[in-house]
Protein backbone atom coordinates (compact mmCIF):
# COMPACT_ATOMS: atom_id res chain seq x y z
CA UNK A 1 0.00 0.00 0.00
CA UNK A 2 1.92 3.19 -1.18
CA UNK A 3 -0.41 5.90 0.53
CA UNK A 4 -0.53 6.04 3.90
CA UNK A 5 -2.47 8.25 6.44
CA UNK A 6 -1.27 7.55 10.65
CA UNK A 7 -3.28 9.04 13.28
CA UNK A 8 -2.52 8.28 17.10
CA UNK A 9 -5.84 6.31 17.77
CA UNK A 10 -6.17 7.54 21.31
CA UNK A 11 -5.71 11.63 20.82
CA UNK A 12 -7.86 11.17 18.03
CA UNK A 13 -10.18 9.55 19.35
CA UNK A 14 -10.13 11.74 23.17
CA UNK A 15 -10.17 14.58 20.52
CA UNK A 16 -13.27 13.31 18.97
CA UNK A 17 -11.90 14.08 16.06
CA UNK A 18 -13.53 13.51 12.48
CA UNK A 19 -11.35 11.98 9.10
CA UNK A 20 -12.78 11.66 5.98
CA UNK A 21 -11.56 10.39 2.36
CA UNK A 22 -11.84 8.69 -0.86
CA UNK A 23 -9.79 6.16 -2.29
CA UNK A 24 -9.54 4.17 -5.41
CA UNK A 25 -10.27 0.21 -4.57
CA UNK A 26 -6.75 -0.24 -6.75
CA UNK A 27 -4.81 1.39 -4.01
CA UNK A 28 -5.80 -1.78 -1.38
CA UNK A 29 -3.72 -4.09 -2.26
CA UNK A 30 -4.69 -7.24 -0.13
CA UNK A 31 -8.27 -6.29 -1.64
CA UNK A 32 -7.43 -6.19 -5.22
CA UNK A 33 -6.88 -9.98 -5.18
CA UNK A 34 -10.77 -10.38 -4.11
CA UNK A 35 -11.40 -7.28 -7.43
CA UNK A 36 -12.73 -7.99 -11.03
CA UNK A 37 -12.15 -4.46 -11.19
CA UNK A 38 -10.55 -1.46 -9.41
CA UNK A 39 -13.03 0.98 -10.93
CA UNK A 40 -14.64 3.18 -8.61
CA UNK A 41 -13.92 5.45 -5.44
CA UNK A 42 -14.73 4.25 -1.51
CA UNK A 43 -15.95 6.89 0.31
CA UNK A 44 -14.70 6.99 4.56
CA UNK A 45 -15.50 8.57 7.32
CA UNK A 46 -13.30 7.99 10.69
CA UNK A 47 -14.49 9.49 13.57
CA UNK A 48 -13.25 9.34 17.13
CA UNK A 49 -15.52 9.30 20.69
CA UNK A 50 -15.34 9.04 24.42
CA UNK A 51 -17.99 6.56 25.42
CA UNK A 52 -19.89 6.96 29.05
CA UNK A 53 -17.65 4.95 30.58
CA UNK A 54 -14.43 6.73 29.52
CA UNK A 55 -13.80 4.19 27.18
CA UNK A 56 -12.10 5.17 23.63
CA UNK A 57 -13.79 4.48 20.31
CA UNK A 58 -13.36 4.60 16.83
CA UNK A 59 -16.44 5.24 14.65
CA UNK A 60 -15.68 3.66 10.43
CA UNK A 61 -18.40 4.25 8.24
CA UNK A 62 -17.24 2.69 4.41
CA UNK A 63 -19.22 3.36 1.60
CA UNK A 64 -19.15 2.64 -2.36
CA UNK A 65 -18.99 -0.18 -4.80
CA UNK A 66 -16.65 -3.04 -5.45
CA UNK A 67 -16.32 -5.24 -8.51
CA UNK A 68 -16.07 -8.51 -7.21
CA UNK A 69 -15.35 -11.96 -9.11
CA UNK A 70 -18.46 -13.74 -9.34
CA UNK A 71 -17.85 -17.24 -7.56
CA UNK A 72 -19.90 -19.27 -10.87
CA UNK A 73 -18.86 -17.55 -13.76
CA UNK A 74 -15.65 -15.34 -12.98
CA UNK A 75 -17.46 -12.14 -14.05
CA UNK A 76 -18.13 -9.20 -12.99
CA UNK A 77 -20.09 -8.62 -9.64
CA UNK A 78 -21.32 -5.01 -8.51
CA UNK A 79 -20.77 -5.36 -4.57
CA UNK A 80 -22.66 -2.14 -2.75
CA UNK A 81 -20.66 -0.83 0.24
CA UNK A 82 -22.06 0.47 3.36
CA UNK A 83 -20.36 -0.65 6.47
CA UNK A 84 -20.47 0.72 9.72
CA UNK A 85 -18.22 -0.49 12.24
CA UNK A 86 -17.53 0.96 16.02
CA UNK A 87 -13.91 -0.34 17.29
CA UNK A 88 -12.89 -0.10 20.55
CA UNK A 89 -9.54 0.84 21.33
CA UNK A 90 -7.70 -1.40 23.98
CA UNK A 91 -4.17 -0.18 25.63
CA UNK A 92 -3.10 -3.40 26.84
CA UNK A 93 -3.59 -7.18 25.28
CA UNK A 94 -4.97 -8.21 29.12
CA UNK A 95 -8.02 -6.73 28.37
CA UNK A 96 -9.41 -8.20 25.62
CA UNK A 97 -10.71 -11.24 27.08
CA UNK A 98 -13.05 -8.99 29.72
CA UNK A 99 -13.72 -6.32 27.49
CA UNK A 100 -15.27 -8.34 24.84
CA UNK A 101 -17.53 -10.17 26.98
CA UNK A 102 -19.08 -7.16 28.04
CA UNK A 103 -19.39 -5.50 24.50
CA UNK A 104 -20.94 -8.00 22.10
CA UNK A 105 -21.80 -4.63 19.02
CA UNK A 106 -18.40 -3.94 19.26
CA UNK A 107 -14.76 -4.78 18.15
CA UNK A 108 -11.73 -4.42 20.21
CA UNK A 109 -8.62 -2.89 18.47
CA UNK A 110 -5.47 -2.43 19.98
CA UNK A 111 -4.61 1.34 20.48
CA UNK A 112 -1.39 2.09 18.43
CA UNK A 113 0.58 5.57 18.14
CA UNK A 114 0.64 5.37 14.65
CA UNK A 115 -2.12 3.45 13.25
CA UNK A 116 -2.66 2.85 9.41
CA UNK A 117 -6.08 4.57 8.81
CA UNK A 118 -6.15 2.53 4.91
CA UNK A 119 -5.25 -0.58 6.53
CA UNK A 120 -8.07 -0.36 8.89
CA UNK A 121 -10.18 0.35 5.69
CA UNK A 122 -9.18 -2.49 4.24
CA UNK A 123 -9.41 -4.97 6.54
CA UNK A 124 -12.77 -3.78 7.80
CA UNK A 125 -14.32 -3.91 4.45
CA UNK A 126 -11.95 -7.54 3.64
CA UNK A 127 -13.61 -8.93 6.99
CA UNK A 128 -17.36 -7.88 5.49
CA UNK A 129 -16.97 -9.59 2.04
CA UNK A 130 -19.44 -12.05 0.79
CA UNK A 131 -17.19 -15.86 1.34
CA UNK A 132 -18.48 -16.87 -2.08
CA UNK A 133 -19.79 -14.01 -4.07
CA UNK A 134 -22.28 -15.19 -6.99
CA UNK A 135 -24.74 -13.25 -8.82
CA UNK A 136 -28.06 -14.28 -7.24
CA UNK A 137 -29.60 -15.14 -10.81
CA UNK A 138 -28.35 -17.73 -13.61
CA UNK A 139 -25.44 -16.60 -14.79
CA UNK A 140 -22.18 -17.42 -17.04
CA UNK A 141 -22.22 -20.69 -16.41
CA UNK A 142 -25.83 -21.52 -15.67
CA UNK A 143 -26.80 -20.48 -19.33
CA UNK A 144 -23.85 -22.39 -20.80
CA UNK A 145 -24.35 -25.93 -18.82
CA UNK A 146 -28.19 -25.22 -20.42
CA UNK A 147 -27.47 -25.09 -23.89
CA UNK A 148 -28.74 -27.57 -26.38
CA UNK A 149 -25.51 -27.42 -28.36
CA UNK A 150 -23.86 -28.13 -25.23
CA UNK A 151 -22.17 -32.14 -25.74
CA UNK A 152 -22.08 -33.53 -22.09
CA UNK A 153 -18.18 -34.33 -21.29
CA UNK A 154 -18.83 -37.83 -20.43
CA UNK A 155 -20.92 -38.61 -23.90
CA UNK A 156 -17.47 -36.48 -25.00
CA UNK A 157 -15.40 -39.41 -22.79
CA UNK A 158 -17.66 -41.85 -24.29
CA UNK A 159 -16.98 -41.31 -28.21
CA UNK A 160 -13.43 -41.54 -27.12
CA UNK A 161 -13.50 -44.71 -25.47
CA UNK A 162 -15.52 -46.25 -28.21
CA UNK A 163 -12.52 -44.97 -31.04
CA UNK A 164 -10.05 -46.86 -29.14
CA UNK A 165 -11.61 -50.22 -28.70
Known sequence: MSEQIMINSLEFSRGAEVLRGKISSGKLERLSDYLYSTQGPIEYELSGAVDPDGKSLLHLAIRGKLYLKCQRCLEKLEHDLDLVSDL???????????????????????????????????????????????HDAACGVASFANSKNVQSVFATLAALKKSTK
Open 88 to 134: LLIENEKQFPEITDESEGTDCILADTELNVLALLEEEIILKLPVSPR
